[in-house]
């Protein structure tokens, strides 16, 4: 696609349900993020993934969060058993490749996660 | 750790000149970035610099960069109304592979 497009758009859960949040990347992009925004708050990385390499899971907050990524393309972050610190709007981003000059990260829209 | 730290607010007048700031702690950043999220909206990367370079400029954007004291700034030239938004400062190392974002500066324009 022309863009990184996320899914859904907007959610609402009861705490304690599993969610899965989707990410489509853009295509031929090898690298592949995802990150936290709390309101008010910067980004906080939670996971990147490039390529075939082992994925980078140094910012996931719990074991309650995992990822994974499918064929090198679409990826999933599914958070379990939510709790309401969860709350925050989930951002994708993907590049060509790991990051030399000008690589650009394109973010996508974001995914707004409502636990209550 | 890695660590990329911003004012969290900034109001000029309409006309004049912004600067943000950011420091960072990584001393083998490489690359640093601004990134400028409108309300309701995605992430859009305004500019980059490397680390070799001490400035960048393109159109009404200066990028100035003290790789000694780990200090970048964005100078926005004659703001207006449309650059009201959040600035994010953000780096790269070059032994890692993830980007270090800061907490984002909120600019706002006042007439």
């Known amino acids: 696609g022309a863009g990184v497009s996320q899914s859904p758009s907007n959610k609402v859960t009861e705490k304690g349900k599993d969610v899965e949040l989707r990410c489509d990347p853009i295509s031929g992009h090898t690298a592949l993020y995802w990150y936290r925004q709390s309101l008010g708050q910067g980004l906080e990385f939670l996971i990147y993934f490039q390529g075939n390499s082992a994925p980078d899971k140094s910012g996931l907050p719990s074991d309650r969060f995992s990822a994974e990524r499918t064929g090198g393309s679409v990826s999933t972050l599914t958070i379990q058993r939510t709790q309401q610190e969860d709350s925050a709007v989930y951002l994708c981003a993907s590049s060509r490749d790991r990051g030399t000059a000008g690589n650009t990260i394109y973010f996508g829209e974001g995914s707004w996660l409502t636990v209550v | 750790g890695e660590d990329v730290e911003q004012s969290l607010f900034l109001s000029v007048r309409e006309g004049d000149s912004s600067v943000i700031n950011c420091t960072y702690t990584?001393?083998?950043?490489?690359?640093l970035y601004w990134y400028k999220q409108e309300p309701g909206a995605g992430l859009q990367l305004l500019t980059y610099?490397?680390?070799?370079?001490d400035m960048k400029q393109d159109q009404r954007l200066t990028v100035l960069l003290n790789k000694k004291d780990k200090h970048l700034s964005l100078r926005i030239a004659d703001t207006q109304t449309g650059d009201s938004a959040i600035y994010f400062c953000a780096e790269r190392s070059s032994s890692a592979s993830k980007i270090i974002f800061g907490s984002g500066t909120r600019l706002s324009i006042r007439p």
């Open positions: 610099i490397f680390s070799n370079m």
């Open positions: 990584d001393s083998s950043s490489t690359y």
